[in-house]
């Protein structure tokens, strides 16, 4: 791939009573810098330390979070800055953005999968895409291998190597994927597949939604079903994953988490060999009733995703159809299982379709081949990653 001159602005926002935070703060800050950001690094409820404003997340194309884990969740200032954006998420402003989060805790399983987790529902309600971290980074599993970003168990600054790194890699990973989601070319081969996974009626005519509307940006379409329901309809394999940038992913919410046949595909894709490392990811899905898991659900699917290091790209309300839909920023959702979605819904889907085009058709590629120098210097080279941004 041609070499191009990377070029994003990068915010990274924390908060830090003891350094923990601080110190990955500065990392990720170093990070980005030596891959090529402007970065602006922010500290909340720091007195003589410059605090994040609108005016820096307006200027964002990629937000590193830092937060420590209280109580399993975000810490309490970084939740209210959080609050205080409603006038941008209003305004649509906040959309597109790419964000990732980073936590520390106390006790080893204290909260930290929780709190970024917690973080990135926030995020979706933006339209943000969420950077998973980085499973094929350097010393990986010396990091504790959180797929939903960077997080360590400390008590202060000073942090094991292979997470410092860690965090700056996240720097140098999102300068990257800010850059081609800011500056990507749309190209309209972006190539998806719909993943319907059974023939219900309402699920069929949303999941055509969704394809109708990738198809309006020129990506190449294939939509396929998971059990064999009916004959119109491809069984999707591996060879389908393996093929596609971005997928759609449409299941019935049934106990709030991913149904049994959606998480079995992803086995077999698994046990094949196949991955979804690096796709862009969306979902959509059918309940029963208003609040009957369907959110869980496709929350579920995006932690399932996380797994494979891939963009989560929710809907958010980045369009008045999805207000008009039900308001759901997670995916769309028919509350009929059976019978025909609404007008309203089917116009959420497409969409929702469109959206996970377009903003493919930017990372198209990139989230496995750009290349540009790795970052940190001091990472072995018997540990370079194999398929990353960096590599
Ligand atoms: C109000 C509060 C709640 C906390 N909740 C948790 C928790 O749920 N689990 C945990 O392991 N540690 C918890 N901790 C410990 C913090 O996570 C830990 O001090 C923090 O990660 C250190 O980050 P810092 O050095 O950047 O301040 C809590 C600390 C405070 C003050």
Known sequence: MKEQLVT?????IHHSRKGTL????????????????TVRLRRIDAPGE???????????????????????NVSAPVKQFIDSTSDLWRARLLADKVVTGMTSSTSLNGGQEATLLGLYRSMYHWG????SADSTMPLWAETGANPYGVSVCANGGD?????????????????????????GEPAPSAKIVVICQDGRPALRALAAAVASGARETGAAVRLRQITPATTDVPVVTPADVSWADGLAWGMPATTGS????????????QDTGADFLGRTVTAFGTTSNAHAGG?????????AMHAWDCLIVAPGYT??????????????????????????????????????????SRVRGGMLTVTSPRVPARVPAEHAPSRDFSS
């Open 319 to 360: 369009d008045p159809v999805v207000t008009a839909a039900g308001g759901n920023p997670y995916g769309t959702l028919s509350h009929d299982r059976n019978g025909p979605p609404l007008r309203t819904v089917l116009a959420a889907a497409r969409h929702q379709g469109r959206r996970l085009a377009l903003l493919t």
């Open 8 to 12: 994003a602005n990068v915010l990274v």
């Open 50 to 72: 410059p605090p994040p404003t609108k005016d820096d997340l307006l200027w964002a194309d990629g937000i590193v979070w830092g937060s420590p884990t209280f109580y399993g």
């Open 128 to 131: 943000a895409a969420v950077m």
């Open 22 to 37: 601080h110190a990955l703060a500065t990392a990720a800050a170093e990070g980005a810098r030596a891959a090529g950001a």
């Open 295 to 303: 959110e869980s659900t496709l929350l579920a699917a995006y932690t």
């Open 159 to 183: 942090l094991p190597s292979a997470v410092r790194d860690a965090a700056a890699h996240t720097g140098a990973r999102i300068t990257r994927l800010a850059h081609l989601v800011r500056t």
């Open 258 to 269: 991913l149904p049994a046949m959606t998480a079995g595909f992803v086995e077999t894709v």
